[in-house]
């Protein structure tokens, strides 16, 4: 079992350029969440999903978009990137609704860099 | 929203003990989440408390106190593998984390 994966691992990109990042869970989570982490200020959500078919913006969704077509795969699209659009980016799930505390798992980390 | 504090640094010695205070603000609190991340990973989940007192993992302890918007992550016998950043999480009622900026702790030999 791989837990969460995320693609690519790192990226350099022009400016204006459209990128996706990808996103795969295998642990059968309802819940999906994407961040950005920048030095000095921690992690801030970016979308969400709760649950297949349906998204959520976070505190930062500007110049971001997302889909949640089926319950294991949660792309985070940047239509066209921006410098202050570098970053890393994690991705995260959690099973929602369980019985557990809903911990969030996170991804290796896409670190994006935008020239 | 939410507003999360811990300080940025703190450094220790191998085999010593060291406390990572968090205080928080919220308007419907949910739990509150430790984890910890090494420089260049992500971050792994160590704690969680949703009600007051102490909860014990090996050498690592949580503490909370929702009525003083506090916690306390305890680290003991530190090893030079717990030199990382250390991140507290606190959960609304809608379910979303909101994270603090993270304390980088350093173990010196």
């Known amino acids: 079992i791989a837990g969460i994966t995320q693609a690519p691992t790192s990226q350099i990109l022009a400016a204006g350029r459209r990128m996706t990042l990808r996103c795969t869970q295998d642990m059968r989570h309802n819940a999906m969440y994407w961040y950005r982490q920048d030095l000095g200020l921690g992690l801030r959500l970016i979308h969400y999903?709760?649950?297949?078919?349906?998204?959520g913006k976070g505190e930062v969704p500007d110049g971001y978009s997302v889909s949640r077509a089926n319950t294991d795969d949660f792309p985070l699209t940047l239509a066209s990137a921006v410098p202050s659009q570098t970053s890393v980016y994690f991705c995260a799930s959690s099973e929602e609704g369980g019985t557990g505390p809903d911990t969030q798992y996170f991804g290796p980390g896409t670190r994006l860099t935008v020239l | 929203g939410q507003n999360i504090d811990q300080p940025t640094e703190m450094t220790a010695t191998e085999g010593a003990i060291v406390q990572i205070n968090c205080t928080y603000q919220t308007s419907g609190f949910n739990g509150l989440f430790w984890y910890q991340q090494h420089a260049g990973e992500a971050p792994t989940f160590l704690s969680y408390?949703?009600?007051?007192g102490l909860e014990e993992k090996g050498r690592f302890s949580s503490f909370l106190s929702r009525s003083k918007g506090y916690s306390y992550l305890l680290l003991k016998e530190l090893q030079m593998k717990d030199s990382a950043s250390y991140l507290c999480?606190?959960?609304?009622?809608?379910?979303?984390?909101?994270f603090g900026a993270g304390t980088t702790v350093t173990v010196r030999a």
């Open positions: 408390n949703v009600l007051d």
């Open positions: 999480a606190v959960r609304e009622n809608d379910y979303k984390l909101s």
């Open positions: 999903s709760n649950t297949a078919g349906t998204t």
